[in-house]
């Protein structure tokens, strides 16, 4: 069964660094996410993308934010200038017309 | 400003019992989706739906656009039902990411 994949699982980064999270999406969906969700709180959406651009993005998805379909294959979300309040699971989703699929998250510890 | 709701919060069950969790939003939407998040993190969609009903298994989720409420039940529950439950909406207009509850989290007791 096809599935989202996100690199790495866990990611420590010290405050003010750059990250890069990395998500393959099931191959023949056309709309790709990223959601975030805080230790023992909601997931919240991010961003939206579909034809290599933003649908629609959050209050959260600031200008630290960017993400990126570099190639046919892989969707990336970077975090410019990380921040404590940026430590939590990212999920990065696909769909289709239909339900989404998540990938396993990406756990970022900021220090 | 809090667009959906769930309920219960927390919800503890004895392995064979009907299990019911609620939904409640406040704005239009396209669909209405119920994720199951297990403890290590993972999240999977259970359902998508706009209307009616759907049934998977032990698992039934209904929806009633008028009342703006959804429900999802689960028949015969068992230990490895638990997990969080997480109703989510995609609102009208959007560009179809979802908007989430909080979440119930569901023991199953053996």
């Known amino acids: 069964e096809p599935e989202v994949t996100q690199t790495p699982s866990h990611q420590v980064t010290q405050m003010g660094q750059e990250v890069i999270l990395r998500c393959v999406p099931i191959s023949n969906h056309l709309y790709f996410y990223w959601y975030r969700q805080i230790l023992g709180q909601k997931v919240e959406f991010l961003v939206s993308?579909?034809?290599?651009?933003?649908?629609?993005k959050s209050e959260i998805f600031d200008d630290q934010f960017s993400v990126e379909r570099p190639d046919g294959s892989n969707f990336t979300l970077k975090i410019r200038s990380t921040k404590l309040e940026d430590s939590a699971m990212y999920f990065c989703a696909s769909s289709g017309l239909g339900e989404q699929y998540f990938g396993p998250g990406t756990r970022l510890t900021v220090t | 400003k809090n667009e959906v709701e769930q309920s219960p919060q927390n919800l503890t069950a004895q392995e064979g019992e009907f299990i019911t969790i609620n939904c409640s939003y406040s704005v239009g939407i396209s669909a209405l989706h119920w994720l199951q998040q297990h403890p290590g993190g993972g999240i999977v969609s259970l359902f998508m739906l706009s209307s009616g009903k759907k049934k998977h298994g032990r698992l039934i989720a209904t929806i009633n656009i008028q009342e703006k409420h959804s429900s999802l039940h689960i028949t015969a529950s068992h230990p490895r039902d638990s997990a969080v439950y997480i109703c989510a909406v995609t609102p009208l207009g959007s560009a179809r990411q979802l908007t989430f509850g909080s979440g119930t989290q569901l023991t199953v007791l053996p």
């Open positions: 993308f579909y034809n290599n651009e933003i649908s629609e």
